[in-house]
DNA sequence: TTGAAAGCGGTACCAG
DNA sequence: CTGGTACCGCTTTCAA
């Protein structure tokens, strides 16, 4: 079948340990065996087996990638970024998705382990306590990207959530809005509740008060953030913006819009959060704040390698700082420049 | 660190053979030493490494997925079915984003090679000759999805093109368009000209002529789409109705549509191919015809396991019926109950 | 500079 | 039924 060491070493009439020297440069060889063995191994078109090194103590240059669901555009461009800075350094990249059950996040884990990956990058729900603690205790290479456990020491990548939302809040404010409604993710998700923290901070700077009924939690589909934002529309007393903390939610906020005969932006004005593909495809397209998701790949790919070449030991949480793009889906209140509508 | 089947051998006072033997329910072992071996796996939380077995001359429960870019929509969503089929059967898969490159082909099935994956699902460009003989003759299950290559022994899943393509056309020309423009991808990727050979066949059929010059090749962006679709709407002489080869095609088509002041579907109906998510989110939501992407991603990892498990030796060509999803971006020919508008 | 040999963690054949 | 043992393909001392 394929072509092994012994079958190099016996062409090229040296030992395997010599053709191991030259393969990865150790030891001390002579410049004209290591000639004759390179040239041997590309003769017989030879490729060392990961596997059999791997079994040797040494890397599988393979990390695990956790996330919700690989056709989620967020972590569809996510993963992306990860998998080219893989590359980069050599490794390949296993996808994970885990519907954010903690039963398929365990099963996961255990197989990556089983097949020694050399680092694990989790940006999905996880049930901290368990799981993580047994992970950590593996002195394996973990970070978490856009996904915090405030307790764990592990390095996270994440982005400022909290001021996610406040650049949020201060363009709806600027805008003139007062009477602002909110998408959330499920309650549970720390980094949703951070958005709207932060948000919620803002509203309170001017004294407009966040009205707790239009505070609405939603799941992670389109059309459940539909369904909440038509209850929010379908009331005399509608707000004139939503906040919405993914893309996903907001093109259900949209589509409530349109079924409601409400105009976006010139009604109703939306932001959104993430900037996924989603942002530039709906119409009108979504002022959003972006999160730097190449960064932010990249930088939890760089954590891991750092860690395993050794260097850096001490764990870190980087924050990475989301941005405003504006779009077409905002505008000045209506009726802004007219006396008072109501009242 | 970790337990091995030795620490669980000499724990359980048995042999590594012995251990071997319960773990993989071979051969004859007592239900007691069944019993107590079992538990002190359980106890020391033994996972057996997957890199050693499959040193052994087993398999690696790997396969890779090669794709142009994991964070297009489509190949997302294919992934997803992939990931979930593979999982059932107890593989991971690693991804590869190719960007249709052959040097990163090439560089990702070198990788892949060497990590003994033992199976690899091609849904990117790929140069034939050259690739796909070294692959194939590596007696490696190989799987080909969403692209064709007519002249290699090799499994392959793909829409019927074809048919998607008149399916297209008998919508249009349903709908009473006689003047229709084509958006294909890349001239080079077979499916997007088995579409369009489709398309053109029913119109032939009719005695509708396509236009060449209505007829433009784009590369993969949404922007690129949009350009060309500005230089066929913004002529006195522009076309009613748009068959976009793709989802990013149509949504260009649709900004397009928007700068021009063409209305849609109103002044001009666009029918567009995938299904993928973009297709939902766009106002008006898109007309498409739809790929069965769960089940192409599931079909192409059944064959490689099939083939993988020994049964199955021939080499199928299986080919999913594509199906017309009617939505919102095509409506009846503008004027079509009127007297004719021009001449 | 080179090579012999001892593993790495399993599998599987063969003897007992 | 159970265990001894020869590999799988490669890395890494340690001698020569």
Redesign the interface.
């Known amino acids: 079948?394929?072509a092994t060491i012994y079958d190099v070493a016996r062409e090229a009439g040296v030992s395997i340990a010599t053709v191991s020297k030259v393969i990865n440069g150790k030891g001390k060889i002579s410049e004209e065996t290591r000639g004759t063995v390179l040239e041997i191994m590309a003769r017989m078109n030879y490729?060392?087996?990961?596997?059999?090194s791997?079994?040797t103590g040494k890397k599988?240059?393979?990390l695990g990638l956790l996330v919700p669901?690989?056709?989620?555009?967020f972590f569809?461009?996510i993963?992306?970024a990860i998998?080219?800075q893989s590359?980069h350094y050599g490794y390949?990249?296993?996808?994970?998705?885990t519907d954010n059950k903690d039963k398929k996040v365990e099963k996961?884990i255990?197989?990556?382990?089983?097949?020694?990956v050399d680092g694990i990058i989790i940006a999905t729900g996880i049930d901290e306590t368990v799981i993580m603690e047994q992970l950590l205790s593996?002195s394996l290479p973990v970070v978490l990207l856009a996904r915090e456990m405030p307790h764990a020491a592990v390095n996270t990548v994440v982005v400022d959530d909290y001021v996610g939302g406040s650049l949020a809040a201060d363009h709806l404010l600027g805008l003139g809005h007062k009477h602002i409604a909110v998408l959330g993710e499920n309650i549970k998700v720390i980094s949703s509740r951070e958005r709207i923290r932060g948000f919620r901070a803002k509203l309170a700077d001017v004294q407009i008060p966040m009205r707790e009924d239009w505070l609405k939690y939603c799941d992670y589909r389109?059309e459940d953030g539909k369904q909440k934002a038509l209850q929010l529309l379908q009331t005399e007393d509608r707000p004139t913006a939503i906040f919405a903390c993914n893309d996903m939610l907001a093109?259900g906020a949209?589509?409530a819009a349109?079924e409601s005969g409400v105009k976006v932006p010139d009604d109703l004005s939306i932001v959104s959060f993430d900037n996924t593909?989603?942002a530039?495809?709906?119409?009108p397209q979504l002022t959003t704040i972006a999160q730097p998701m190449n960064e932010m790949g990249k930088l939890a790919v760089d954590l891991i390698v750092d860690e395993l070449k050794g260097r850096k030991n001490v764990k870190q949480r980087t924050v990475l700082r989301p941005e405003l793009l504006i779009r077409q889906s905002t505008a000045s209140r209506p009726g802004r420049r007219l006396p008072k509508e109501k009242k």
């Open positions: 079948m394929k490729q060392p087996s990961v596997i059999a791997a079994l599988t240059y393979t669901d690989i056709s989620n555009p569809a461009e993963a992306r998998e080219d590359q390949s990249v296993v996808m994970c998705s996961y255990a197989l990556l382990l089983q097949k020694s593996k389109i093109v949209l589509q349109k593909i989603l530039m495809v709906t119409d």
